[in-house]
């Protein structure tokens, strides 16, 4: 039982999710689905305390041996992503229930819960898979069932939305699977291990290079990575905002660790940065992410699209320390990796509670915000200074690692543009906290002065999040020692 | 020239997946560009069996005897019985949703629909 | 003693002040005075564990690999903390009479933030290494935050967005990459005697560049360009003025820019590199423009501001000048000018309450109806000013002296003529008050005594007091003062 | 032959590619992707790739051309004509298909039985010599799809089971948006008067 929790990890919400078809019923599937949730979530703890203790876990699936059978090769890397998807998934699931009670029409909560877990193990089989081509596979798992889930969001700018993200995730999982065949052309295998060993030694260099190049691209789509992140925007503001949170803090970050694994694990960090690739185009597009994307979120109004923005640049934060390509830089992008998942998930959720009360999220139009939903405010506020890097939150811990790793290789320009981003940070958050303190009601009628908090259900997990950030604010070693334990083993190959 | 003999059933097979991708990226219609996406998909599928093909090889199914004959390579195939079905899937999910964007919004024309929404206030 | 026992009171005193709340304000306020004096009383045990020769200091709390948060005292930490320390019993007091005078709201509120602020200066006086400080100065400009936008509104909304934007800003902008280039360049964050970056092998350029990056990155210290926030939090009512102009803010900024000066860089790094050089006109002309500014103000809250901003400056100059006689004049100054302006204050605020005056225009002849309220202004003004009988004058007298070390006047004839402003701006106040006719009298009519609220009165007869004490018998100050090791 | 035949199919789906770039009758293109993927089933069954081939012609022709039509009955016929001179596409495209081309100038030629993937003992190698006694069935290919990979077929069961989720829930129950917002009169209805349509008002933009 023990030796099989990494397959069961993915398995129990695979086949729970027809069970939640089966029932069709809301609560039910809303019950099935934490239940498998927090079983993956239990699987993956253990896992991440068995890498760390023991070891990396090669798990042969089906019994057949890699490279001939496919595998679960789990390092410290890998482990924590896992714990990051299945814990973001339990706590996100909590805050759900009544946010999807008005967002999405009952009939439809069963397929919901179905398309969150089919999401949910689809996202887990990527992180967990040692086989290139199951990575295809399972990004086409978990891709579908989140234009599902975008789909269902209560505007009908949500289908469109939806519709576009089809489109740019399909060319991006094509891309890979080109980019998977001209490697399987050029090496004979499709074992991540085995792709790694025989790509030195590989007679087709070229295909090597175009397959590294298209994985690059497809995987950037997939990433949002700016100037990739078109659908992003749209997605994220017009999806049920549980949605919303649940991909800010999981989706992308898979995407980046497909990155990482790629360019460290199978390609190896002398062949991915010799190619002039990255440091040439990796570093300018994250740099001009991070900038250019803080600046279009300060220019937003709808408090969902602005921090859709806001992400996409704090992923140019990530990218800008994988493309350091050190020991430093590596460990600050993984760490940014975990921080700005909490720290973002945490935010939509505020703006989730914003948008039950008060029906919209477009900052002119809130008043008297801080005295109507206090607890609300009180979490975007914490989370928001996460995101500015306040000392104490994650968001230091992990901005703190970037600029020391950038100053380390002695790249200032990059550690200045990072702080002029922050700045901008400091912008856009405080405009909205501006509005939440001191925006009066205009319309002054005594009678809707009174407090209407966001229901418990909603507030626990979210509150859950913001302590769970602040723990690693203050316990920053936590996640950074795990961090440069996975950084390590990046370096150092498979 | 032994490489324009050897290479050149790749070549066309990129131009086909190209003109399947600029479908995608370039037609307004929404239905057209799921076509695109199908005609990209299906000449990736034609790339990966072209690379299994061996020369004066047979399918790679079993004979009686012990004298096997030339196989063409298994793999691509496996891989690209997945890969076709998943295209199917992400085809019918598009056009499930252009449906509901007909539906919401009378226009399959991407361009058409970004006019409507535009004129939207801000959720 | 311990230093993290020092956090204890302010911390344990907040859920005090919650669960007594505004129904039951004596209670409140009481448990907020308790706090007040244990923290005087454990501020005191760390003075004499240090005067007996012991170093009180935290165990390390590593919130990154390398890097931790620590305390530790050391006697300009000891100065600080007690000067805090005493000051907080002492505004809070004073607050008893103002915020009830002039019958705020959301006084819970204000003494939590309060509270939370006085932590983290405590936080900012022990701090042990640049984190320490860092994480200290962050959390003082957030929880002073609701402490400056308290009235709310309109003009508090603008305040606020000036104080947080410039406070946030610069800190992020300057202090945190100056803190981490020491750190990769010098591989460690502490505070040394005679500074990490001795040998660290910065060329004069980069140490000078470093430097500025400190300077600017600490707003709180007010120096120009970054003033303006210390004038937009006037919104703010008088004990958080008092507090944010006298004590907590703004002497968390000074006080972190001559620790850093001393134990970061050493004051001999400072001297031989010549980085302080482009620096030391920015402060002089701080020093001129802000007593300049002050005179054209005719809102008595905004003058103190702007003389506050210019007096901050002479400490900023102390810093850089980095001789012993200089930036021990500085730290001086930091009581002397702490005493001193914090009297103002609590008399600005007093004919608030009493007379819901507060343009200087206005203040013609109050002298006969608040005679000790303008008595004590006097006195305050006077240590401002730098004049004997007041403690002022020793600061000023050693700041001047390590200017004149440095082999040039310019910088001791920048002090002079800014001393001839202070006067000019300062002293008219009481004197309108004390000899002008009062224009709301009838002729032949007798001034009735109108003083603010025993509490008030008590607090601003304390803190004169003080400054005169100050003047007798700084020994204890400057014995600390002698015992910094300056490398 | 067999690779005369190959490249007389290759051409045909040349020719079809065209059509479905011109053809701006939605139906006539969806009617020529069926006929694209059955002409390379045709070719799949040249390049020995027996089940491929089957699959892609149920699936790719027959089914996915269901589907399309399906969505054609509920939606419009024609594609409007715009959108058809995009140089930043033209220019994606022609870059991106150069760096392939680019990528298969060293690869293995077309039928070489000595390439990588060929020659991988433990891949191609091992199932084409052991997988009649590992496994069993004949056909390697089922062999490698249920058992060495058998994982993957999992993976694309789920996503089947996915995608047939979300068009029940896109399609299958009652076409009513969520009921937050005020009601809101369904346009589509009558195609007739839908505000896209309200677009169209310059009739010179009709030419064909």
């Known amino acids: 039982m023990y030796e099989q929790l990494p397959a069961l990890m993915i398995l129990v919400p695979f086949t729970a999710a027809p069970v939640c078809v089966v029932f069709r019923h809301a609560l039910a599937s809303w019950v099935i689905a934490l239940a498998a949730s927090l079983f993956s979530l239990f699987a993956a703890w253990q896992v991440l305390e068995h890498v760390r203790t023991v070891g990396i876990i090669r798990y042969k699936v089906g019994g057949w041996a890699a490279p001939s059978g496919i595998e679960y090769y789990i390092d410290t890397l890998n482990a924590s992503v896992l714990l990051l998807v299945s814990g973001i998934s339990c706590i996100v699931l909590v805050y759900a229930y009544r946010s999807v009670i008005k967002q999405v029409p009952l009939a439809k909560h069963y397929l919901f819960y179905t398309a969150w877990l089919m999401c949910m193990s689809g996202l887990l089989g990527i992180v967990i898979t040692g086989d290139a081509f199951n990575v295809f596979v399972f990004l086409e798992v978990s891709s579908l069932a989140t234009y599902m889930l975008i789909s269902m969001g209560s505007d009908r700018r949500a289908l469109t939305a939806s519709f576009r993200y089809l489109i740019m995730g399909s060319v991006g999982a094509s891309f890979i699977l080109i980019g998977i065949g001209f490697l399987y052309a050029a090496t004979g295998t499709l074992n991540m291990i085995d792709i790694s060993e025989r790509i030195p030694n590989s007679e087709s260099q070229r295909a090597v290079l175009v397959a590294f190049s298209f994985i690059c691209i497809g995987v950037m789509i997939k990433a949002a990575i700016f100037p990739l992140h078109a659908w992003l925007a749209n997605a994220y503001t017009y999806a049920p905002v549980a949605v919303t949170a649940f991909l800010a803090g999981t989706a992308t970050k898979v995407s980046l660790y497909v990155l990482l694994r790629f360019f460290f694990s199978i390609f190896g960090y002398e062949y991915s940065f010799g190619q002039l690739l990255l440091n040439g185009v990796l570093l300018p597009a994250a740099v001009a992410g991070f900038i250019l994307m803080s600046l279009v979120a300060v220019y937003q109004t709808d408090l969902r699209r602005m921090l859709a923005y806001s992400s996409v640049a704090q992923l140019g934060y990530i990218v800008a320390g994988i493309s350091l390509a050190s020991q430093a830089g590596l460990t600050a992008g993984i760490v940014h990796i975990l921080n700005h998942a909490l720290v973002k998930s945490a935010l939509f959720m505020a703006v989730g509670c914003i948008i039950y009360q008060v029906g919209h999220a477009h900052r002119p139009s809130f008043d008297d915000l801080f005295k109507r939903m206090p607890f609300t405010c009180i979490a975007f506020i914490i989370a928001g200074l996460g995101l500015i890097g306040v000392p104490l939150t994650v968001g230091f811990i992990s901005k703190f690692a970037l600029i020391e790793a950038s100053m380390d290789r002695g790249w200032w320009l990059i550690a200045a543009l990072i702080l002029v981003s922050s700045l901008m940070a400091v912008v856009y958050i405080g405009r909205v906290v501006e509005v939440m303190l001191f925006r009066q009601s205009r319309t002054s009628t005594p009678e809707v002065s009174g407090m209407s908090e966001a229901p418990l259900s909603m507030l626990a997990p979210m509150y859950l999040l913001i302590v769970i950030g602040l723990y690693f604010g203050i316990n920053g070693d936590a996640t950074l020692s795990l961090a440069g334990e996975a950084a390590e083993q990046l370096l150092g190959g498979f | ?123 | 003693m311990n230093p993290l026992w020092t956090l204890v009171p302010p911390l344990a005193v907040i859920p005090f002040i919650l669960f007594f709340g505004e129904k039951r304000k004596n209670l409140r306020e009481a448990s907020i005075i308790v706090a007040g004096l244990a923290l005087l009383l454990i501020n005191n045990l760390i003075y004499n564990d240090l005067v007996a020769g012991g170093t009180p200091q935290s165990g390390e709390f590593a919130i990154m690999a390398n890097y931790s948060l620590k305390l530790s005292a050391e006697p300009m930490g000891v100065i600080f903390g007690l000067l805090a320390s005493f000051l907080w019993v002492v505004t809070t007091v004073y607050s008893i009479g103002y915020m009830r005078g002039h019958h705020e709201i959301n006084q819970t509120r204000f003494y939590t933030c309060f509270a939370l602020a006085l932590a983290a200066v405590m936080g900012a006086a022990y701090a042990d290494n640049l984190l320490t400080l860092f994480v200290a100065y962050e959390v003082i400009t957030i929880s002073t935050f609701p402490l400056v936008t308290h009235a709310g509104g309109e003009a508090a909304r603008k305040a606020g967005k000036v104080y947080i934007g410039i406070l946030m800003s610069t800190s992020i902008a300057f202090l945190l990459p100056a803190i981490i280039w020491t750190t990769v360049v010098s591989g460690s964050m502490d505070f040394v005697p005679g500074g990490v970056l001795t040998g660290a092998g910065l060329s004069n350029g980069s140490l000078a560049f470093l430097l500025a990056l400190f300077v600017f990155g600490i707003a709180k210290s007010g120096l120009m360009p970054f003033h303006r926030w210390l004038p937009a939090a006037m919104v703010a009512p008088t004990p958080v003025s008092a507090l944010l102009h006298a004590v907590a803010v703004v002497k968390t900024g000074v006080f972190s820019l001559l620790k850093i000066v001393t134990y970061t860089f050493g004051i001999d790094l400072v001297t031989i590199s010549g980085a302080a050089y482009f620096l030391l006109p920015v402060a002089g002309f701080t020093i001129i423009a802000a007593s300049i500014v002050a005179f054209t103000k005719d809102n008595l809250k905004a003058r103190l501001a702007y003389s506050t901003i210019g007096q901050l400056a002479y400490i900023v100059l102390a810093a850089l000048l980095a001789t012993v006689m200089s930036v021990s004049g500085g730290v001086l100054h930091i009581v002397m000018h702490a005493f001193g302006k914090i009297t103002l204050f609590f008399c600005a605020g007093a004919i608030l309450v009493a007379l819901h005056k507060s343009e200087i225009s206005k203040l013609n002849g109050i002298g006969r109806r608040m005679p000790i309220t303008m008595g004590c202004f006097f006195i305050g003004a006077v240590s401002i000013i730098g004049l004997p009988p007041a403690g002022g004058a020793w600061s000023k007298l050693l700041i001047a002296g390590g200017s004149l070390e440095t082999g040039t006047i310019v910088w001791a004839m920048i002090l002079m003529f800014s001393t001839l402003l202070n006067i000019a701006y300062l002293l008219p106040i009481p004197l309108r008050a004390f000899l002008k006719p009062d224009p709301d009298l009838k002729p032949g009519e007798r001034a009735t005594m109108q003083e603010a609220p025993f509490a008030c009165l008590w607090a601003i007869m304390l803190t004169t007091i003080t400054c005169l004490v100050l003047f007798l018998y700084p020994a204890p100050l400057t014995d600390l003062i002698g015992m910094i090791q300056w490398r | 032959m067999e690779t005369l035949v190959a490249d007389v199919l290759l051409t045909f789906l040349v020719v079809i590619a065209v059509g479905i770039i011109v053809l701006r009758d939605l139906l006539a293109a969806v009617i020529l992707l069926g006929a694209y993927s059955l002409t390379a089933a045709g070719a799949f069954v040249v390049m020995d790739a027996v089940d491929v081939a089957f699959t892609e012609a149920a699936v790719g022709s027959g089914i996915s051309t269901i589907l399309f039509l399906g969505a054609l009955s509920f939606t419009k016929h024609e594609q409007k004509p715009r959108g058809n001179d995009s140089w930043v596409a033209v220019l994606f495209v022609v870059v991106t298909g150069a760096l392939l081309i680019y990528g298969t100038l060293d690869m293995p030629y077309y039928g070489s039985a000595t390439s990588a993937a060929q020659t991988n003992p433990d891949l191609a190698v091992r199932f084409l010599q052991q997988s009649g006694s590992e496994v069993g069935p004949p056909n390697i290919v089922t062999s490698v799809l249920a058992s060495y990979r058998g994982y993957d077929t999992l993976g694309e069961t789920m996503v089947v089971f996915a995608a047939g989720m979300a068009v029940l829930s896109l399609l299958g129950l009652k076409r009513r948006r969520p009921g937050l917002e005020a009601p809101e009169d369904a346009p589509g209805d009558t195609p007739g008067e839908t505000p896209a349509d309200a677009l169209d008002e310059p009739p010179t933009s009709r030419h064909t």
């Not at chain 2, 076509?35 to 090889?57: A, C, E, N, P, R």
């Not at chain 2, 199917?88 to 919004?105: D, K």
């Open chain 2, 1 to 123: 020239m032994e490489k324009i003999a050897g290479l050149y059933s790749y070549w066309v097979v990129v131009v086909l997946m190209m003109a399947g991708l600029y479908i995608m990226i370039a037609r307004y219609n929404l239905v057209k560009k799921i076509i695109g996406l199908g005609l990209f998909q299906t000449s990736i599928f034609y790339l990966y069996i072209t690379m299994g093909k061996v020369s004066g090889g047979t399918a790679p199914i079993l004979v009686h005897g012990d004298v096997q004959p030339v196989f063409s390579n298994p793999v691509p195939h496996v891989l690209i019985l997945t890969a076709i079905v998943v295209g199917v899937a992400t085809s019918a999910v598009a056009l499930a949703l252009i449906v509901r964007i007909y539906e919401e919004f009378g226009s399959i024309e991407a361009d058409e629909i970004a006019i409507i929404e535009a004129q939207e206030p801000e959720a």
